[in-house]
């Protein structure tokens, strides 16, 4: 299988794009997160896998490494995100195929994958019920589902931030319990092995770098609904009631199986 990227069923508001450079940069806590993500991974050498989300491949490279045999399919809203991981797979031997694609829609001309894995993607999607059962679409019956996203409790500091800096939008993200992610999953065909929150806070001594995180990983939706010769004042006035310069995640772990029969 040659390395491609294909367009994938679009409709609706599609997922918005992203400044890959700077992402790469700063998305340190997300190599960690997918790492952890892939450590509860179990398929064999061989395995067709889906990367849900793939971003720059920082984390997909570690994915390809755990399966020296098998195929992946690298998938992503944002085609800037999609050109830097070509980048940096481009050594990957031809077993890296990438897919620009919205993970609501269904997958068309796919092949079945034994395995889903995602790192910090699924809160950025409203409708997780039609998301899971979009993967369940694509995945083998048996095939793992393995992520991990933002839970409920999630940079609750920094929308109460935002809320008392006047922001009225409150913002794209869907940050859902365990119990409703379970529920949620059943309904979409999968037997659910776990899912549970963890408190994972990312703080900065830097207040520079601090600020560009902000803006760019956690506010950037927010951002992108303002003028550009607003958007600086619009970070100051967050980051200035977060003195103590800490990302407050909570993160959501889920490791489940697509059903049987």
Do not use: K
């Not at 896998?49 to 998938?75: F, K, N, Q, S, Y």
């Not at 001309?109 to 899971?132: C, K, Q, Y």
């Not at 949620?184 to 520079?208: N, S």
């Amino acid at each position: 299988m040659a390395p491609a990227e294909r367009a994938g069923e679009r409709g609706g508001s599609p997922p918005r794009e992203w400044d890959a450079t700077v992402y790469d940069q700063v998305a340190c806590p997300h190599v960690r997160w997918g790492a952890a993500v892939l450590d509860r991974l179990a398929v064999a050498a061989d395995a067709a896998v889906l990367d849900a989300g793939c971003g720059t491949g920082r984390v997909t490279e570690l994915l390809v490494a755990r399966v020296p045999a098998g195929r992946v399919l690298a998938v992503d809203g944002s085609l800037r995100m999609l050109a830097r991981a070509r980048q940096r797979l481009a050594g990957a031997g031809g077993r890296v195929e990438f897919l620009h694609h919205d993970l609501t829609r269904p997958f068309v001309g796919v092949e079945p994958v034994d395995a889903v894995v995602s790192t910090a993607t699924f809160h950025w999607i409203e409708d997780h019920g039609r998301l899971f059962s979009v993967l369940a679409g694509v995945l083998r019956p048996g095939g793992q589902l393995v992520g991990q996203w933002g839970g409920a409790g999630n940079i609750a500091r920094i929308t109460a931030a935002l809320a008392d800096a006047g922001e009225i939008w409150a913002g794209p993200w869907n940050f859902a319990t365990p119990d409703a992610t379970r529920d949620r999953l059943r309904a979409a065909g999968f037997d659910v092995v776990d899912a549970w929150l963890e408190d994972d806070p990312v703080g900065f001594d830097d207040p520079h770098a601090f600020r560009e995180y902000l803006g760019t990983l956690v506010l950037g939706a927010h951002m992108d609904r303002l003028p550009p010769d607003q958007r600086p004042t619009f970070l100051e006035a967050v980051a200035s009631r977060l003195p103590e310069r800490l990302i407050d995640y909570v993160r959501l772990n889920v490791v489940a199986r697509r059903r049987e029969g």
